[in-house]
T-cell receptor
Framework: GAGVSQSPSNKVTEKGKDVELRCDPI?????LYWYRQSLGQGLEFLIY????????KSGLPSDRFSAERTGGSVSTLTIQRTQQEDSAVYLC????????????FGQGTRLTVV | QKEVEQDPGPLSVPEGAIVSLNCTYS??????FMWYRQYSRKGPELLMY????GNKEDGRFTAQVDKSSKYISLFIRDSQPSDSATYLC????????????FGKGTKLTVNP
């Protein structure tokens, strides 16, 4: 596609439910990144993928968070047993390769846990 | 102390004004410095990228990095209403976008 696509754009879920967020990177981009943006906070790094491999998962806030990438393309970020503090905008970005600073962001998924 | 500090504003200026945005940081390992612009309900878009100390100019935008002071700036000349957005500084110790550390962003409004 023309840009990074994220779905859904908005998600409201009940506390304790699992949610799955999807990211379609720009075609041909091997690197993919997940960030979280909370109200009044900067962007918080979560995880990145080089191909299907996630060399650094240290940014994931807890073991309720997991992410995977298949076929070197689509990635899903899963949050289990959601908590109210998980409410944020989850942003995905991709770049042609891992050492490329030109990272293109999607519009994000706004997650609200009620 | 947070690794990157950025005044959240808000900052309101008249059209045509020169805007100065800045960030300070504490990690001396940072070598790569970026400015992103984020419109409401949109993802951030990369505006400027600089490596180490020095200046970089692109049209109405100038980025400055002073590593000795751990201080970076973005100047916008002849500001336009379309420049109204949140500006985020970001930096990393590596060359890639992974582990970019962001400031909280400064909300700018340019009034016509």
């Amino acid at each position: 596609g023309a840009g990074v696509s994220q779905s859904p754009s908005n998600k409201v879920t009940e506390k304790g439910k699992d949610v799955e967020l999807r990211c379609d990177p720009i075609s041909g981009h091997t690197a993919l990144y997940w960030y979280r943006q909370s109200l009044g906070q900067g962007l918080e790094f979560l995880i990145y993928f080089q191909g299907n491999s996630a060399p650094d998962k240290s940014g994931l806030p807890s073991d309720r968070f997991s992410a995977e990438r298949t076929g070197g393309s689509v990635s899903t970020l899963t949050i289990q047993r959601t908590q109210q503090e998980d409410s944020a905008v989850y942003l995905c970005a991709s770049s042609r390769q891992i050492l490329n600073t030109e990272a293109f962001f999607g519009q994000g998924t706004r997650l609200t846990v009620v | 102390q947070k690794e990157v500090e950025q005044d959240p504003g808000p900052l309101s200026v008249p059209e045509g004004a020169i805007v100065s945005l800045n960030c300070t940081y504490s990690n001396s390992a940072f070598q790569y410095f970026m400015w992103y612009r984020q419109y409401s309900r949109k993802g951030p878009e990369l505006l400027m990228y600089t490596y180490s100390s020095g200046n970089k100019e692109d049209g109405r935008f100038t980025a400055q990095v002073d590593k000795s002071s751990k201080y970076i700036s973005l100047f916008i000349r002849d500001s336009q209403p379309s420049d109204s957005a949140t500006y985020l500084c970001a930096m990393s110790a590596q060359g890639g976008s992974e582990k970019l550390v962001f400031g909280k962003g400064t909300k700018l409004t340019v009034n016509p």
